[in-house]
């Protein structure tokens, strides 16, 4: 059920849960500070509790509100807001309910850029939004993914097909240095040239770490297999058995079978953009099993596609 921001509004502050557009993917929303419409989100979803929830700011005042320390680091990053960078920052946990954050001392923060929810905001106050998917199936990139998961009369704020459509990159500051807890929407070159030093290794920092990224993500139903070579994919895909398909590019090789197409190889844009409606309408078609094309490079938001694709295979 597509509904105005003015109802969107309305009903997060009587304590409802919205979907809700961002230039990512689409989030399930409730005020912050709503415990059981937080509570119903973890429900809805079918989320375990120790899987915090990312709050969703319209300027840096609600921000500064809800941690309880602004690492130097953020003067270089805050570029990089509005847009879909999340900080992992030292919570007030006055203001930050522990529920949202899972019990951790730390608070996952972005301020979105699509206009639609920054209205909201504005309206509303900060948001907490996960992705507005059952847990484990993909992401929502149009209002037509949310309803199929959710049902048709769920309220979504209509806000047409999300430009990005991969998650927001999550990043944990730390006093030794900075760590992607999440590659996402930004890649890590952009965040390297900005912030002046690489990455550190994911197993030397502390822990706890990103704790979403411990269960079975993006699966599709599809039974996926994974080519990191256009040759093996060739040979695979000649000797296949009927039932499956490619999931791939324009130019993947795909013998008899049919092709789901991200776009142009190497497009990452594009191919992020449609990733997410492609692993639903496998499923929608009931494709048995999928052929992925691996083979492209794993740098800029190539590594973002790479990281994608091979969560969804391992959960399906
Ligand atoms: O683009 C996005 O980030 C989308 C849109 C709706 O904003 N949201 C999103 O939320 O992807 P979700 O819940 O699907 O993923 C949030 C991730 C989870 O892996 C969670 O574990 C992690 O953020 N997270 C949240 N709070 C954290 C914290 N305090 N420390 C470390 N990781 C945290
Ligand atoms: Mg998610």
Known sequence: MRVSLEEAAERLNAGGVVAVPTETVYGLAAGLDDARAVARIFALKGRPQDNPLIVHVADENQMRVLVAQVPGAFAELKRFWPGPLTLVLPANPNAVPAAVRAGLATVAIRMPSHSLVRELIAKTGPLV?????????????????????????????????????????????????????????????????????????????????????????????????????????????????????????????????????????????????RLYAALRSLDEKHIAYSFVDADFTRTGLGATLYDRLAKAAKGS
């Not at 927001?168 to 760590?179: K, P, Q, R």
């Not at 952009?190 to 822990?207: C, E, K, N, Q, Y």
Request: with cysteine; charged share 20%; aromatic share 6%.
């Open 129 to 273: 939004a996960p992705s507005a998917n059952l847990s484990g199936r993909p992401s929502a990139t149009a209002p037509e993914h949310v309803e199929a998961d959710f049902g048709a009369d769920f309220p979504v704020l209509d806000g047409g097909d999300c430009v990005g459509g991969v998650e927001s990159t999550i990043v944990a500051l730390h006093e030794t240095g900075w760590e992607i807890l999440r590659a996402g929407a930004i890649a890590a070159e952009d965040l390297i040239a900005v912030l002046g030093s690489p990455p550190l290794p994911s197993a030397v920092t502390d822990r706890p770490r990103s704790p979403g990224q411990k269960y079975r993500h993006y699966a599709p139903a599809t039974e996926l297999k994974s080519f990191n070579r256009k040759e093996d994919l060739a040979l695979a895909a000649m000797r296949a058995e009927p039932g499956g398909a490619v999931l791939g590019f324009d130019d993947s090789p795909r013998g008899a079978l049919p092709l789901v197409s991200l776009g142009a190889r190497g497009d990452f844009a594009v191919n992020l953009r």
